[in-house]
C-alpha cells in the first residue's frame, strides 16, 4: 500500500457501504482503500496498492443478447466474449454501454464493485480469481478499493466459477 492510501468508512460509495452492512460484510468498510489519483484501471489500481495486476478483480460489465451480465475478471487476463458467449448460450455479446454500466450497477465504469448493485444481474467469475489468497476490487468509486479472499468475493456477489480468460497463443 502506497501513503497516500488511507482507510476510512466513508471512502466507498454509499450504497456499496449500505450492501457491505447488508450482507455481514462491516470488516470490510476498516480494509477500503481509498487513494487521491484514481485507480480506474487495474494497472492503476495495483501500482496504487502495491500488487500484482493479476490480484485486481475487474468487475465487467456486457451485454448478452441485450441483457446485462456481470464479469469478474483478473486484471492481468482479458475477457474472451466468445467463451462468455458460449457459457450464456447467447447469440451475441457485446461490452455493455457507460449507461447500461450505470444503469443496471448503480456505479460509473471504473468503480464498479464485484456486488451491492442497483439490479440483480447474471455474474460469471473467472477461475483465475482463485490464484490468489487475496485480490482488491472496487469500492463503487474509482478512487477506493477493497481486499477479500476471492472465494468469498464470488460468492458475495452470487457468482457462477467459468473459464473465461482470452488465451493467449
Given amino acids: 500500500m502506497t501513503a497516500s492510501a488511507s482507510p476510512t468508512p ?12 447488508r450482507l455481514g460484510l ?8 481509498r487513494f487521491p489519483e484514481e485507480t480506474r484501471t487495474a494497472a492503476e489500481a495495483a501500482a496504487a496498492i ?4 493479476s490480484q485486481i ?4 460489465v456486457f451485454a448478452a443478447d441485450g441483457e446485462p451480465v456481470l464479469v469478474l475478471m483478473d486484471g492481468a487476463s482479458r475477457v474472451d466474449v466468445e467463451l462468455v458467449r458460449r457459457e450464456l448460450g447467447a447469440e451475441k455479446v457485446t461490452r ?8 443496471t450497477t448503480g456505479y460509473a465504469i471504473g468503480g464498479v464493485p464485484p456486488f451491492g ?5 447474471r455474474v460469471l467469475a473467472d477461475r483465475s480469481l482463485l490464484e490468489h489468497d487475496t485480490v482488491w476490487a472496487a469500492a463503487g ?5 477493497f481486499p477479500m479472499e476471492p472465494k468469498s468475493l464470488i460468492a458475495h456477489a452470487g457468482g457462477t466459477l ?3 480468460r482470452e488465451r493467449t497463443a
Avoid: M, Q, W, Y
Fill in 50 to 53: 502495491g500488487c500484482e495486476l
Fill in 10 to 21: 466513508s471512502s466507498a460509495n454509499p450504497r456499496f457501504a449500505e450492501a457491505l452492512t
Fill in 117 to 121: 448493485h442497483r439490479t440483480r444481474t
Fill in 162 to 164: 467459468v473459464d473465461v
Fill in 96 to 103: 455493455a454501454k457507460v449507461d447500461v454500466v450505470r444503469e
Fill in 26 to 33: 462491516d470488516e470490510i468498510h476498516a480494509r477500503i482503500r
Fill in 57 to 60: 478483480c475487474k468487475s465487467l
Fill in 141 to 145: 468509486t474509482p478512487h477506493a478499493v
